[in-house]
């Protein structure tokens, strides 16, 4: 069968290159007579294999020596909690920002552990915006300020950087990472579940600055430590190596693609032709202030809401599947991050083109 385009906001499309190496890899990797996956994790070869995928992640996002990049189980959400249990330092506050559904999700698991202040919040607007930046409260007690970089349920994406007034940066990039060249100077930590742009399910990403690390709550459990996960290069326990191996693959793949400024720019027209699309129709709208919109989750309604299981069965037998709109929210959405060629966005364009054109 011929492979379709999958817009699922997460596990997502991986590049049809990486699945095809890893088939070939898959019963007999590098002449081992095994596959990848049947490895020790502290033998040599996967030991390269980890320490490649460490090294691709370093030169694509610049990151300097003095961060750690870890390697872990338990998802982002996992990390709504990690954060505090090691950031907190013996403060009894945290700082976020709240912009949609995945940061409160993120400030309700906090909770458990700290005060949360909010800094700024867009709920009032239904979570359509970012709030104005001159209106944020950042209180100088809290241990660091917290925010989500891509909401990728009610698409919306921050464009630049916050200032985090001295605050330590931290920030959930489950839904954007390696979609455009970061500074991760700014950032005191940066997370990210791996099955959106990085990879399958069951590997998240953390990227942290050493002086952050060491002073986790003693009741931190070992595999979401930090430090301890840092002195083992990430295998305090058995880590998930096939996924590793495959997150490994999608960043080689990267920088064949000519590394994330190449990435950025095909993501940008990708984005800016399906906004484009829908905002010239009148049948398609988008809600979230131009300013902000995703350019990895691209929600949208119909206007006419009779139309709308016709559509997604239109869209299913025209290859194009797994437009439905989170359960939260209802609607569409388009998931278009790296691994989602330019002809399939096209594909879509034009199938929504017709599409209004028969019933709109
Ligand atoms: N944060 C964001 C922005 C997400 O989109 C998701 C989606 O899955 C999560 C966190 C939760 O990730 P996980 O399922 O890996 O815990």
Same mark, same amino acid.
């Given at each position: 069968?011929?492979?379709?385009?999958?817009?699922?906001?997460?596990?997502?499309?991986?590049?049809? +290159?990486?699945?095809?190496?890893?088939?070939?890899?898959?019963?007999?990797?590098?002449?081992?007579?095994?596959?990848?996956?049947?490895?020790?994790?502290?033998?040599?070869?996967?030991?390269?294999?980890?320490?490649?995928?460490?090294?691709?992640?370093?030169?694509?996002?610049?990151?300097?020596?003095?961060? %750690?990049?870890?390697?872990?189980?338990?998802?982002?959400?996992?990390?709504?909690?990690?954060?505090?249990?090691?950031?907190?330092?013996?403060?009894?506050?945290?700082?976020?920002?709240?912009?949609?559904?995945?940061?409160?999700?993120?400030?309700?698991?906090?909770?458990?552990?700290?005060?949360?202040?909010?800094?700024?919040?867009?709920?009032?607007?239904?979570?359509?915006?970012?709030?104005?930046?001159?209106?944020?409260?950042?209180?100088?007690?809290?241990?660091?300020?917290? #925010?989500?970089?891509?909401?990728?349920?009610?698409?919306?994406?921050?464009?630049?950087?916050?200032?985090?007034?001295?605050?330590?940066?931290?920030?959930?990039?489950?839904?954007?990472?390696?979609?455009?060249?970061?500074?991760?100077?700014?950032?005191?930590?940066?997370?990210?579940?791996?099955?959106?742009?990085?990879?399958?399910?069951?590997?998240?990403?953390?990227?942290?600055?050493?002086?952050?690390?060491?002073?986790?709550?003693?009741?931190?459990?070992?595999?979401?430590?930090?430090?301890?996960?840092?002195?083992?290069?990430?295998?305090?326990?058995?880590?998930?190596? #096939?996924?590793?191996?495959?997150?490994?693959?999608?960043?080689?793949?990267? %920088?064949?693609?000519?590394?994330? +400024?190449?990435?950025?720019?095909?993501?940008?027209? %990708? +984005?800016?032709?399906?906004?484009?699309?829908?905002?010239?129709?009148?049948?398609?709208?988008?809600?979230?202030?131009?300013? #902000?919109?995703?350019?990895?989750?691209?929600?949208?309604?119909?206007?006419?809401?009779?139309?709308?299981?016709?559509?997604?069965?239109?869209?299913?037998?025209?290859?194009?599947?797994?437009?439905?709109?989170?359960?939260?929210?209802?609607?569409?959405?388009?998931?278009?991050?790296?691994?989602?060629?330019?002809?399939?966005?096209?594909?879509?364009?034009?199938?929504?083109?017709?599409?209004?054109?028969?019933?709109?």
């Amino acid at each position: 069968m011929a492979r379709i385009f999958n817009f699922s906001a997460g596990p997502s499309m991986l590049p049809e +290159a990486v699945l095809l190496r890893a088939r070939e890899e898959l019963p007999d990797w590098h002449s081992t007579g095994m596959s990848i996956m049947e490895m020790s994790h502290r033998g040599k070869d996967f030991v390269a294999v980890a320490e490649k995928s460490e090294a691709d992640l370093r030169e694509l996002l610049a990151i300097p020596a003095n961060y %750690k990049v870890l390697f872990l189980q338990g998802g982002a959400t996992g990390q709504f909690a990690a954060v505090p249990m090691n950031l907190l330092r013996g403060r009894s506050k945290a700082c976020y920002v709240n912009t949609g559904l995945w940061s409160e999700k993120a400030i309700a698991e906090a909770e458990r552990y700290c005060s949360v202040t909010v800094a700024a919040s867009s709920k009032e607007s239904g979570f359509v915006t970012i709030p104005d930046r001159a209106d944020w409260r950042i209180d100088q007690d809290a241990a660091y300020l917290h #925010y989500t970089a891509n909401e990728t349920i009610g698409g919306v994406e921050f464009q630049d950087i916050p200032d985090s007034a001295g605050l330590p940066l931290v920030c959930d990039m489950s839904s954007n990472i390696l979609s455009r060249p970061l500074d991760v100077t700014r950032f005191g930590l940066i997370y990210a579940g791996a099955q959106k742009n990085m990879g399958p399910s069951g590997i998240v990403v953390v990227i942290v600055r050493d002086d952050l690390i060491g002073q986790a709550r003693d009741d931190t459990p070992s595999i979401f430590n930090y430090k301890k996960q840092a002195d083992s290069g990430s295998m305090l326990n058995t880590p998930p190596t #096939y996924n590793w191996y495959l997150l490994g693959l999608v960043l080689e793949w990267l %920088k064949e693609q000519g590394g994330l +400024a190449a990435v950025e720019a095909r993501n940008i027209r %990708k +984005a800016e032709k399906l906004y484009a699309a829908i905002d010239r129709s009148a049948l398609y709208s988008n809600p979230v202030d131009p300013a #902000y919109r995703s350019r990895m989750n691209v929600p949208f309604r119909l206007a006419k809401t009779d139309l709308e299981k016709t559509f997604l069965a239109e869209a299913r037998a025209a290859g194009l599947v797994n437009l439905e709109g989170h359960r939260s929210v209802g609607g569409f959405r388009a998931s278009i991050y790296n691994a989602m060629p330019e002809e399939g966005v096209d594909a879509l364009i034009e199938f929504m083109r017709e599409f209004e054109r028969k019933y709109g």
